[in-house]
């Protein structure tokens, strides 16, 4: 994308003010060479986005920002109910409530060097990954309904986890308001087989180890430490989500002309929050996170007891678990104004700052734990949210380093061996069942994200608290 | 292989963070099985996997490009359900009706090295049309 197009409204907030049928403006937020290296799509599908009914404020991309469906990925929006605001499945995605939580273990990264190769067999035979994986836990219909009301609180109930976990999960491990009783019998069908699976693509579990500090205050609240092996799990809500994401993006196609929206695009699928088909969306899109929340407790589980098979009495408490793919509803000020709001965050992570978001202490007191995914051979960010980040973009902020190189050029550029071989000769070992898989996923198909969360930071989103380097990475 | 102007045949369109898959037919059924090859690709290679076993699916839809997102769906489904990959696709479009037959085999993730899972078919670049040549095209971008 070319700067000199946009208007320059600060060093890293870019203006696309409204014109034609946008009813409000399009921000981006970015340095010069993020937006340099953004897909042309991206103006074109948030440019899209502010057209919506309802918009209030801005229609906003993350520094991540690539070319998705319907709404950019890393883009932000939020929706009015009483101005006939929308509700868009494709601006939530098929794999709903998407997103990362991170273990903070009494573990050394020394301590995960001297058994590393066991340890990653181990880990990669316990947490089932990659297509056509099958976890080990099957519900019947009352189960599934249980699981698809609580959440990870079903999960903890159920034995996976336990109950201080909760508190470090956003809406405290589950969402209010699903519906699992309109949940389609198809999704159910496609999630029977697939709790605690982790899932294939972009998806992982790794093991970290926390390289660099930046705040110290917010480090000693999250119980960070220079050396320390943290545990991060990348995943969503499975083949439940991805049911319900295409079951609900065809019915707003379809449904859409007869509400009166028109749409810049039909990949903009969307109804209006308070019509039957926006409520029941609703309903079944809360049931969907609680299946993700659900499924990260499972899988945390999972990973917890491998780390005591190795380790015996090691401690790994959940630092917190953020998704990066919902619409909730929240408080925001809008024009002076207290308003009740439909925000829907696609490959965008929630980013309350201190006192805001009702966050346990002692993160209340330097704000909501953002995790910024890697890629594998990249490093991956710990921030916490800043509060100019309400103002800045609705108490949002990035969600990893977004793809610079689509998976079929990566295929051809890098090969899987070689991919395994070159990161295990920088000491990180890395499974999956697919070498293909990992060729896609290379860390040169990805924006440098360090980049990335440096934007965040000047453009007030999140302030940088830790970087951490992979040591071992489960790929599905 | 078959690019937008290419003959009958399949392949994948650039996306940045998914897949686009294209099918190119002499009539819109068999645009739409080279489109299911295309998306089978993604996930593994065709050559891999043998026509072992037969699954039936139906779908209807007014407009083409509906159709083509359903019967996308409909074989992901199949795959995400049966724990399959399908190498082999015939279709059936009669009015608004679909009736697809595909054959594949049970995923072995040895043998197959699956890559990737297909989450969904998309609106994005969704397209079915018969080109000026009188070639059919129908393709959209997967979310994997």
Known sequence: MDPTTLEQISPYEWQIPPTGDMRVSAVIIADEDLIRG?????????????????????AYAMPDAHWGYGFPIGGVAAFDPDQGGVISAGGVGFDISCGVRMLATNLTAAQIRSRQRDFAHEMSRSIPAGVGSRGRIHLDDAGMDDMLTGGARWAVTEGYGTVEDLERIEEQGQMAGATPGVVSPRAKRRQRDEMGTLGSGNHYLEVQEVTDIFDDAAVRAYGLSPGQAVVTIHCGSRGLGHQIGTEYLREMALAAPGYGIILPDRELACAPINSELGQRYLGVMRAGINCALANRQILTHLARGVLERFFPGCQ???????????CKEELHEIDGEQKRLFVHRKGATRSFGPGMGNMPPPLNKVGQPVLIGGSMGT???????????????LSSACHGAGRAMSRHQAARTWTGRGVQDELAARGIIVTSPSRRGIAEEAPGAYKNVTRVVESAERAGLARRVARLAPLVCVKG | MAGETGPPGWSHFPHQGDVGVRGIGRDMAEAFENAARAMTEVVAPLDTIRPAQSVTVSCRAADPSILLLDWLNEVIYAMATRSMLFSDFRVGIEGEALVGEMRGEPVEPKRHEPSVEPKGATLTELRVEQRPDGLWLAQCVVDV
Do not use: F
């Not at chain 1, 953004?38 to 801005?58: S, Y």
């Not at chain 1, 790994?316 to 919902?326: E, G, R």
């Not at chain 1, 490093?379 to 973009?393: I, Q």
């Open chain 1, 38 to 58: 953004m897909d042309e799509k991206v103006r074109q599908q948030i440019t899209n986005v502010a057209c919506l009914p309802g918009i209030v404020r801005a």
């Open chain 1, 316 to 326: 790994a408490p959940l630092l917190y678990d953020v998704s990066h793919n919902t």
């Open chain 1, 379 to 393: 490093e991956s960010w710990v921030l916490a949210g800043d509060e100019r980040s309400e103002a800045a973009a």
